[in-house]
């Protein structure tokens, strides 16, 4: 039997992605599985290897896209940022509905293989309030916050393209935006929670 359907989520730097997938990750902590990215970018202060990124060299990396262990890859904002089939398959062995945070040359990416997600994109009300929560989230220094705010303005262009996602979730009012998410997954979430059960 083929196991539940995954979950996109991309969407801007900054549109509440992490916010919106912990949430998830913490109500539904069974029915859920995060697909550990790699990545050659720095660790924030409390993010864990491992948990939250594969955190990796350039040069690790390279090696093992080389060897055909990634879905997908990308550069992102002066970083490489990859879906191993480790990690998608680490998820799926726990027959977990998984979870993929990826941009949108990833969802592009992964359009073009069999893994058949549901795709959503997650929007901040406008470019200055997504400016405001990446200020205040304090995570990027000024060069690395334009960088995201480019990528912002073209991610927000490309997702208009028709069907590119099964559903835009435009994050203004958080509860409002979850309770969009959960709706969307109610389906595979009742799917996984009766396969349990048999
Ligand atoms: N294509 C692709 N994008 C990824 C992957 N992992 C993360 N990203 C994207 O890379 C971008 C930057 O991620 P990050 O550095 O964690 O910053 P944040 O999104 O602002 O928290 C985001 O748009 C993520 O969705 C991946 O495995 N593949
Ligand atoms: N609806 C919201 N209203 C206000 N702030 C939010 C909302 N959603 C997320 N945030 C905050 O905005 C920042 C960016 O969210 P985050 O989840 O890190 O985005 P992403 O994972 O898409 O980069 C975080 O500091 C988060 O706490």
Same mark, same amino acid.
């Given at each position: 039997?083929? @196991?539940p359907?995954p979950v +996109?989520?991309s969407?801007p730097?900054?549109? #509440? !992605?992490?916010?919106?997938?912990?949430?998830?990750l913490?109500?539904?902590e &069974?029915i859920?599985?995060?697909?550990?990215?790699?990545?050659?970018?720095q660790p924030?202060p409390?993010?864990v290897?491992?948990? /939250?990124?594969h955190? +990796?060299?350039?040069?690790?990396?390279q090696?093992?896209i080389d060897a055909?262990?990634?879905?997908?890859?990308?550069?992102? %904002?002066? &970083?490489?940022?990859?879906?191993?089939? @480790?990690? +998608?398959?680490? +998820?799926?062995?726990? &027959?977990?509905?998984?979870?993929l /945070?990826?941009d949108?040359? #990833?969802?592009?990416?992964?359009k073009?293989?069999?893994?058949?997600?549901?795709?959503i994109?997650?929007?901040?009300?406008?470019? /200055?309030?997504?400016?405001?929560?990446?200020?205040d989230?304090?995570?990027?220094?000024e060069?690395?916050?334009?960088?995201?705010?480019?990528?912002?303005? =073209?991610?927000?262009?490309?997702s208009?393209e028709? @069907?590119l996602?099964?559903?835009?979730?435009?994050n203004? /009012?958080?509860? !409002?935006?979850y309770?969009?998410?959960?709706? =969307?997954?109610?389906?595979? =979430?009742?799917?996984?929670?009766? %396969?349990?059960?048999?």
């Amino acid at each position: 039997m083929q @196991g539940p359907r995954p979950v +996109v989520l991309s969407g801007p730097s900054g549109a #509440g !992605k992490s916010t919106l997938l912990k949430k998830l990750l913490k109500d539904y902590e &069974n029915i859920f599985g995060f697909s550990v990215s790699h990545t050659t970018r720095q660790p924030r202060p409390g993010e864990v290897n491992g948990k /939250d990124y594969h955190f +990796v060299t350039r040069e690790e990396m390279q090696k093992e896209i080389d060897a055909g262990e990634f879905i997908e890859h990308a550069e992102f %904002s002066g &970083n490489m940022y990859g879906t191993s089939k @480790g990690a +998608v398959q680490a +998820v799926q062995a726990q &027959n977990q509905i998984c979870i993929l /945070d990826i941009d949108i040359q #990833g969802v592009k990416n992964i359009k073009r293989t069999d893994l058949n997600p549901i795709y959503i994109s997650v929007q901040p009300p406008s470019i /200055d309030i997504l400016e405001k929560r990446l200020r205040d989230r304090k995570t990027e220094t000024e060069e690395s916050l334009l960088k995201r705010l480019t990528a912002a303005r =073209i991610d927000l262009e490309l997702s208009k393209e028709p @069907g590119l996602f099964d559903l835009v979730i435009i994050n203004d /009012d958080l509860e !409002k935006a979850y309770s969009e998410l959960k709706e =969307i997954l109610l389906e595979e =979430i009742k799917k996984t929670q009766e %396969s349990r059960k048999s």
